[in-house]
């Protein structure tokens, strides 16, 4: 059975266990990881068919030995080969994630120490590794950091150097010898890289055979590089978790479980971060992707269209009508009626201490997320790809209302109007 991230949620509050921030961006990597496999695995087997049907051809077979030639070579990947990949891609990522945050705090705790299960499930192989201490630059955690496997259980933790000695480094002449299993003996610091080297090598074998599948190969390698260096400017654009941010996630992770949803933890900080009048960072990078409008700005901008998408699952404004007075980068507009504006961003619209205009928005249902379904939360953000008309305008109220004209002038959360041409 596959377990989903909202599973994966609520075992971690059952059990009381705090996600480190990496958990919120697991399904990105995952996302672009099973992608990229997924072409990869299409193209394999649009290559053996024809290869099949050509040795049936010279052979004369029939086409009862054709099909049983596509289905001993495993053209149909099975339920349960999918979930294997899935989990591995999920336990990469959140290996990668443990391994940049032990990264970053080696000066206090400069040693890691391998932990494996004991139970009659695990892996002699994996067994053999447990308890191994060693300093976190040390050679051996580039081809044994874990998963060493598939489902593999295993996991490291970090220690000063006191409890390095404490417990006892493990010299060289200890370290057991193991072979890691086939295609897991990279380092966690790669991750996101092994698939690109794959690819690689199969550009490489296929250059002198077979140039259209060499191309199509460097394609896909292109497109998995764009998704991996837009994952990177999103993470990038994440703060660290101030204590207020830690609050409204659980608030979040309360709806997302109270719904039953399977809401991509990504999403879920999407929305603590856009939550706060104060953000800037994740805004400018969703602003800035709309300008460009290139492949890679395309690729975060999609993330932010699917992540919008699936919070209205456990969210929707349901109400006809919402009202405020701070629309987030709204004071600068000069609007008149019969204006046609685009909201291009998620637009943060609430009330206010500091009174300002009234802003009326009409025929609102579902297009925007009613941030009162969260706990401690107020206010509305307004769905992306959004065009508002005016209505009316007076010294104390501007009424919106949802339309279908095209917008005569873009409103980026945060930032100016640009007019279209």
Same mark, same amino acid.
């Given at each position: 059975?596959?377990?989903?991230?909202? @599973?994966?949620?609520?075992?971690?509050?059952?059990?009381?266990?705090?996600?480190?921030?990496?958990?919120?961006?697991? @399904?990105?990597?995952?996302?672009?990881?099973?992608t990229t496999v997924s072409k990869l695995a299409s193209l394999d087997q649009i290559r053996t068919v024809i290869n099949l049907s050509n040795k049936a051809i010279e052979d004369g077979s029939t086409f009862q030995d054709f099909k049983k030639a596509i289905e001993e070579?495993?053209?149909?990947?099975?339920?349960?080969?999918?979930?294997?990949?899935?989990?591995?891609?999920?336990?990469?990522?959140?290996?990668?994630?443990?391994?940049?945050?032990?990264?970053?705090?080696?000066?206090?705790?400069?040693?890691?120490?391998?932990?494996?299960?004991?139970?009659?499930?695990?892996?002699?192989?994996h067994l053999v590794l447990n308890n191994i201490i060693r300093h976190i630059d040390d050679s051996f955690w580039y081809t044994y950091y874990p998963p060493n496997g598939y489902l593999c259980r295993c996991g490291v933790s970090a220690l000063t150097e006191a409890q390095a000695k404490r417990l006892g480094i493990t010299p060289d002449d200890k370290l057991p010898v193991v072979q890691p299993d086939k295609g897991f003996s990279t380092t966690p610091a790669s991750y996101g890289k092994h698939l690109n080297d794959v690819l690689q090598e199969k550009i490489d074998d296929a250059i002198l055979t077979d140039a259209n599948l060499a191309s199509e190969l460097a394609k896909?390698?292109?497109?998995?590089?764009?998704?991996?260096?837009?994952?990177?400017?999103?993470?990038?654009?994440?703060?660290?978790?101030?204590?207020?941010?830690?609050? @409204?996630?659980?608030?979040?992770?309360?709806?997302?479980?109270e719904k039953n949803k399977d809401v991509e933890p990504s999403a879920i900080r999407m929305l603590a971060e856009l939550i706060h009048d104060d953000e800037h960072s994740l805004?400018?990078?969703?602003?800035?992707?709309?300008?460009?409008?290139?492949?890679?700005?395309?690729?975060?901008?999609?993330?932010?269209?699917?992540?919008?998408?699936?919070?209205?699952?456990?969210?929707?404004?349901?109400?006809n009508k919402i009202t405020g007075n701070n629309l987030k980068g709204f004071d600068s507009l000069e609007l008149k009626q019969g204006n046609v504006i685009g909201i291009q961003t998620p637009t943060l619209f609430k009330t206010a201490e500091k009174v300002?205009?009234?802003?009326?928005?009409? @025929?609102?249902?579902?297009?925007?997320?009613?941030?009162t379904k969260f706990n401690?939360?107020?206010?509305?953000?307004?769905?992306?790809?959004?065009?508002?008309?005016?209505?009316?305008?007076?010294?104390?109220?501007?009424?919106?209302?949802?339309?279908?004209e095209v917008a005569t002038r873009l409103f980026i959360a945060n930032n100016t109007l640009h007019s279209t041409n």
């Open positions: 059975m596959t377990v989903s991230y909202t @599973d994966a949620l609520r075992y971690a509050r059952e059990k009381k266990v705090v996600l480190p921030e990496e958990f919120y961006l697991l @399904d990105l990597n995952a996302r672009q990881y099973a070579n495993g053209i149909e990947l099975s339920p349960h080969h999918l979930e294997n990949i899935f989990r591995t891609n999920i336990q990469n990522a959140y290996a990668h994630g443990i391994w940049t945050q032990q990264q970053e705090n080696k000066t206090n705790r400069p040693y890691l120490r391998y932990s494996s299960l004991t139970d009659s499930r695990v892996r002699p192989s896909i390698k292109d497109e998995a590089i764009v998704s991996q260096q837009a994952n990177d400017e999103i993470v990038k654009a994440f703060e660290p978790m101030s204590e207020k941010t830690k609050e @409204d996630t659980e608030s979040i992770v309360d709806r997302v479980l805004t400018d990078l969703l602003k800035s992707s709309v300008v460009r409008n290139d492949e890679q700005s395309n690729s975060i901008t999609n993330w932010m269209r699917r992540s919008f998408q699936s919070l209205l699952s456990i969210a929707k404004n349901l109400k300002g205009k009234n802003i009326i928005i009409t @025929d609102a249902k579902g297009i925007a997320l009613d941030l401690g939360l107020d206010g509305a953000l307004l769905a992306p790809d959004l065009n508002l008309e005016v209505v009316s305008v007076s010294d104390s109220e501007i009424v919106l209302r949802k339309t279908k």
